[in-house]
RNA sequence: GCGGAUAUGGUGUAAUUGGUAGCCACGUCAGACUUAGGAUCUGAUGCCGAGAGGCGUGGGGGUUCGAGUCCCUUUAUCCGCACCA
């Protein structure tokens, strides 16, 4: 009989689903697991071989984490709020709704067919108001709290405002925009208006005029994360700074948490990185200093207080609050010029035009707090006006931009830490002995800048200080379809919805185009109001609801809380997180951030969201091209086209197979090769190829439906696995897919003959087969644990290769609990032939056996290269003599050292050893 | 510019973590069975060489009895940040 993967896969899939095999409660007598997916934004385009590889590595640990023992928590679910819908729907008028209902649907169905073990029980959908109002509800109490950077966590704002109407801001260290100082008598003689404006400062999700991403084809906002080169990452649109009036959440406020959490957290070095890179920490000194002619005191940021003495210049940036106060009325003109030059230059010209030297003289000047010399203060867009104080102190002999500024502009340079070549270049370095420096002459710069740090408080010029380039997000978007804010105003000032409001429903609209105006869509709702009173008109971004769905899951049809304290105690967080390096600055920011937010709060028990987080590879497509000869309808194969005049042409991969076309799938793909002719080569039309992204244009792109047709799920699960480590991109090549499903038919044919009897034996095992099975379990078990899932294909592979024909039950039965959690659909179907009536996943993962590998493991010395090689292991405290001894007591090592005279015998301690003769 | 990663046969990869480089598959070649093969089975297959033998993990150097693995240097590719003071 041979292997009906169709049959067996529809029978299985249905079972499990009926069975309700993988549905999970809290159950406290066994330890929990939790497996998670990045849930999939639900597109048009369906599902492509990319999705599932991460998806098909979880499934696989999960199994066998449930086969091991443990409760497993392993869910789905859909980031269903997003771009891609309202653009469809702008572009259609169908309401976004209906498009991701429609394509959650065929998610869902392919999803099916490849056998995932998902408690669809548990399915969440943030575009659900059921889930949004959790998402609403984490916002009202961000807006509620402010961050004690003395107690290191969220309080409430009410006392907060307890605070101010007592002391003021008399000794308050709190994480805000601005920071500011007032009396009690100033707080309590303020209207409510004026209190709320305050309070913003502070507030963790607050309301702020702030610099912005605006992407004008979009209409919309966007944060950092969503900018790349100046384009959004969705659609690619230009994007341009503004200022407007901005919902954002403070995160800023944890950055030192999120840098520290990091520590703890089972996650690649590379991902740590990009975050640590992306919080961008950096110690330094604030210093003030006086502006010659006037009381005020400029306010820089440096990390380099040792190169003081060197400082020649000031820059201010052009965005600088005091640009206008610091030009005088002969500069007035020039600098006005430059800031209207400044401002006309989009965000992309200003990062295309890199390196480009421009800037003006203000003609004020400031005084060296440790030269007593005046130095002319100078405005360029080189300094950011968004990192630091917007202000820097120039030191050209140090600094590579510095010098640059200095050179253009004829400005003295002072080298103040020996070496380099002045002349030439700016000397950047971060160690050697300073000079021209007064009392740090002589000093490393090592020693110099802690012994500044003391200097400049000393003095009173400022203090140390800790920079993050971290920003806050900004977190309305003026879109349709999210989730609206649960706030409304009283002429400008903002109210929180009630908590029992909540959700509030974004309302159906049929136009979902911005309004004449320029507002956002809601503005089309007649009566979106709260009590009479004007609610928000933009809706929350696309993170929002994707920060806390992990959470959701724990319990997620609870109408009276994010989720029970009983079910966070249980599941506590993810143990195990697989999904895409493209959230390393997104979506896993803003998760940790609002974790570590409901942490302080006490609703859940972790500070960390994801213990552990695997970032599986990109999966490229792989293209294949025709080559018809200029001017016809011939088409030429690879290896023959170097003879003609060729035009490359994407050919649908879907056509061809280990690149060889099927000419008759080529003639009927398309109408105009409907009469093509072909010059082979040894009777077959080779294609050409190569790696590209996967995409609808190059007709490579691969879905899973056509592998799940063609050669089952359990083939598909297993060839995905086998390309290669996970992490890796790779292209998408079926090549090599044959030999996967070869394996599987193999492993069934163990079971049955030809004719369709079962061929299975109670037949004791051989210290043979018995070796062969434990090494398996032993790789096996140890490929699992480490995520080498490629590995384990081939053992299962060599495993079958070695054993032959074998239809022991002793061997067969523990084998196909192994393959289990690869292969669910034909184990289970086995599983049943060997008279199990109970689902093979609630048998035990075969354990190995010390004594089957001992046993038959003694190994010979081998002669190699002149020397006798031992594979054994010794331990480091024997001696050489010792170990000699005991090599010349095995049977081996006597024949081959009789008669001979070891040269030397050479030991690594507990490794190895080589004699040589 | 800064930071991170990768480099092994015709291809995807493996290597007990410093110990026989190329496991397992794909592909290719040869053979068997076949009316047929995109089926199945057997064998060969890193490169050079008729052979003995030599060479071989991007290049160069080093440590070591021994290096794909460790160190230095260099090249190429990919990713992240980027005028961050």
């Given at each position: 009989m041979e292997y009906n993967f169709k049959q067996i896969e529809t029978k299985w899939q249905k079972e499990w689903a009926d069975r309700k095999t993988y549905r999970v409660e809290v159950d406290s007598s066994r330890p929990k697991y939790y497996v998670l997916d990045m849930f999939p934004y639900p597109s048009g385009a369906g599902l492509h071989v990319g999705h599932p590889?991460?998806?098909?590595?979880?499934?696989?640990?999960?199994?066998?984490?449930?086969?091991?023992?443990?409760?497993?928590l392993h869910p789905m679910g859909y980031d269903a709020f997003g771009l891609p819908a309202e653009q469809y729907a702008i572009q259609t008028g169908q309401h976004p709704a209906v498009t991701t209902e429609q394509n959650v649907n065929r998610y869902r169905e392919q999803m099916d067919k490849i056998g995932f073990c998902y408690d669809w029980d548990r399915e969440v959908r943030t575009c659900d108001p059921e889930y949004y109002k959790w998402t609403q509800w984490a916002f009202l109490k961000m807006y509620d709290h402010y961050y004690c950077n003395k107690a290191q966590k969220a309080v409430a704002i009410e006392s907060l405002k307890a605070q101010f109407a007592a002391v003021g801001t008399e000794g308050l260290d709190a994480a805000c925009t601005t920071p500011m100082t007032f009396t009690a008598e100033e707080w309590n003689s303020w209207d409510e208006d004026k209190k709320e404006q305050v309070l913003q400062?502070?507030?963790?999700?607050?309301?702020?005029?702030?610099?912005?991403?605006?992407?004008?084809?979009?209409?919309?906002?966007?944060?950092?994360?969503?900018?790349?080169?100046?384009?959004?990452?969705?659609?690619?649109?230009?994007?341009?700074?503004?200022?407007?009036?901005?919902?954002?959440?403070?995160?800023?406020?944890?950055?030192?948490?999120?840098?520290?959490?990091?520590?703890?957290?089972?996650?690649?070095?590379?991902?740590?990185?990009?975050?640590?890179?992306?919080?961008?920490?950096?110690?330094?000194?604030?210093?003030?200093?006086?502006?010659?002619?006037?009381?005020?005191?400029?306010?820089?940021?440096t990390t380099r207080p040792d190169t003081i003495f060197g400082v020649t210049f000031m820059v201010i940036a052009p965005e600088h609050e005091w640009v206008e106060e610091l030009t005088t009325a002969e500069n007035k003109a020039a600098v006005e010029e430059y800031i209207e030059q400044t401002k006309k230059r989009s965000e992309r010209e200003r990062i295309a035009e890199t390196r480009r030297v421009s800037g003006v003289a203000t003609g004020s000047y400031a005084i060296n707090p440790f030269t007593g010399k005046a130095i002319p203060i100078y405005i360029s867009d080189y300094v950011l006006a968004g990192y630091g104080t917007g202000a820097i102190m120039a030191v050209p002999a140090h600094d590579s931009r510095d010098y640059a500024f200095a050179r253009h502009f004829g400005l003295e340079i002072i080298p103040v830490v020996e070496g380099g070549n002045i002349e030439v270049e700016s000397y950047d370095a971060k160690s050697g002995k300073m000079i021209n420096s007064d009392f740090i002459t002589g000093k490393d710069v090592t020693e110099a800048i802690p012994m500044m740090f003391e200097e400049v408080e000393k003095r009173g010029l400022g203090k140390k200080l800790i920079n993050y380039r971290l920003r806050d997000a900004i977190f309305s978007r003026q879109r349709y379809w999210g989730e609206p804010f649960p706030v409304y105003y009283k002429g400008e000032t903002s109210?929180?919805?009630?908590?029992?409001?909540?959700?509030?429903?974004?309302?159906?609209?049929?136009?979902?185009?911005?309004?004449?105006?320029?507002?956002?869509?809601?503005?089309?709702?007649?009566?979106?109001?709260f009590e009479g009173h004007a609610l928000e008109l933009s809706t929350m971004p696309g993170f929002a609801g994707s920060s806390a769905y992990y959470l959701?899951?724990?319990?997620?049809?609870?109408?009276?809380?994010?989720?029970?304290?009983e079910a966070n105690d249980y599941w506590r967080n993810v143990d195990l997180y697989v999904g895409g390096i493209e959230h390393a600055t997104g979506h896993l920011?803003?998760?940790?951030?609002?974790?570590?937010?409901?942490?302080?709060l006490g609703y859940v028990c972790e500070s960390e969201p994801f213990k552990k987080l695997v970032n599986q590879g990109m999966i490229q497509g792989r293209s294949n091209f025709v080559y018809r000869v200029v001017g016809t309808n011939k088409f030429v194969s690879l290896g023959l086209k170097k003879d003609y005049e060729t035009q490359e042409i994407h050919v649908d991969v879907n056509i061809v197979k280990n690149d060889q076309l099927d000419l008759e799938a080529f003639r009927a793909w398309r109408p105009e090769f409907?009469?093509?002719?072909?010059?082979?080569?040894?009777?077959?039309?080779?294609?050409?190829?190569?790696?590209?992204?996967?995409?609808?244009?190059?007709?490579?792109?691969?879905?899973?439906?056509?592998?799940?047709e063609n050669y089952g799920a359990d083939t598909l699960r297993m060839y995905e696995m086998f390309l290669g480590p996970l992490e890796q991109s790779k292209p998408w090549d079926t090549n090599g897919i044959d030999g996967v499903h070869k394996f599987l038919r193999k492993f069934w044919r163990l079971f049955f003959d030809r004719e369709g009897n079962l061929t299975l034996t109670d037949e004791a095992a051989t210290p043979a087969e018995l070796k062969t099975l434990h090494k398996t379990i032993k790789k096996i078990r140890e490929d699992i644990e480490n995520f080498s899932f490629n590995t384990s294909i081939s053992a299962f592979m060599i495993c079958l290769?070695?054993?032959?024909?074998?239809?022991?039950?002793?061997?067969?039965?523990?084998?196909?609990?192994?393959?289990?959690p690869f292969a669910p659909h034909i184990a289970e179907e086995l599983w049943e032939v060997m008279g199990h009536s109970e689902t093979i996943f609630d048998a035990a993962y075969p354990e190995y056996d010390e004594q089957h590998l001992v046993e038959s493991a003694f190994e010979?010395?081998?002669?190699?290269?002149?020397?006798?090689?031992?594979?054994?292991?010794?331990?480091?405290?024997?001696?050489?003599?010792?170990?000699?001894?005991?090599?010349?007591?095995?049977?081996?090592?006597q024949k081959w050292l009789e008669g001979k005279a070891p040269k030397k015998i050479i030991v690594v301690p507990g490794k190895i050893i080589n004699i040589v003769m």
């Open positions: 590889l991460g998806y098909i590595a979880s499934d696989i640990y999960s199994r066998y984490k449930r086969l091991c023992g443990f409760n497993v400062n502070y507030r963790l999700a607050y309301r702020a005029d702030t610099m912005v991403n605006w992407c004008a084809q979009l209409g919309t906002v966007l944060a950092n994360d969503e900018v790349k080169d100046g384009l959004s990452v969705r659609g690619g649109f230009p994007v341009e700074q503004k200022r407007m009036k901005q919902w954002s959440l403070r995160v800023t406020a944890y950055a030192q948490r999120m840098l520290d959490g990091l520590e703890q957290l089972e996650w690649s070095d590379s991902l740590k990185e990009i975050q640590r890179n992306w919080i961008g920490r950096s110690v330094g000194a604030q210093v003030f200093f006086d502006v010659k002619d006037s009381e005020r005191k400029l306010e820089i940021f109210y929180p919805l009630p908590e029992d409001k909540l959700p509030l429903e974004l309302p159906p609209i049929e136009n979902f185009g911005p309004t004449e105006q320029g507002e956002p869509p809601l503005a089309r709702v007649a009566d979106w109001t959701r899951y724990m319990d997620p049809r609870n109408n009276e809380a994010l989720v029970s304290k920011m803003y998760s940790r951030f609002w974790n570590m937010f409901l942490y302080d409907k009469d093509a002719e072909f010059i082979l080569e040894d009777g077959k039309y080779v294609c050409g190829w190569a790696i590209e992204k996967m995409s609808k244009s190059m007709f490579n792109v691969v879905n899973p439906d056509n592998i799940v290769n070695e054993l032959g024909a074998c239809h022991k039950r002793a061997v067969l039965e523990p084998l196909t609990i192994l393959i289990a010979y010395p081998v002669m190699m290269n002149g020397k006798l090689r031992f594979k054994q292991n010794y331990p480091l405290a024997m001696t050489p003599a010792e170990i000699q001894a005991d090599i010349v007591t095995t049977e081996g090592a």
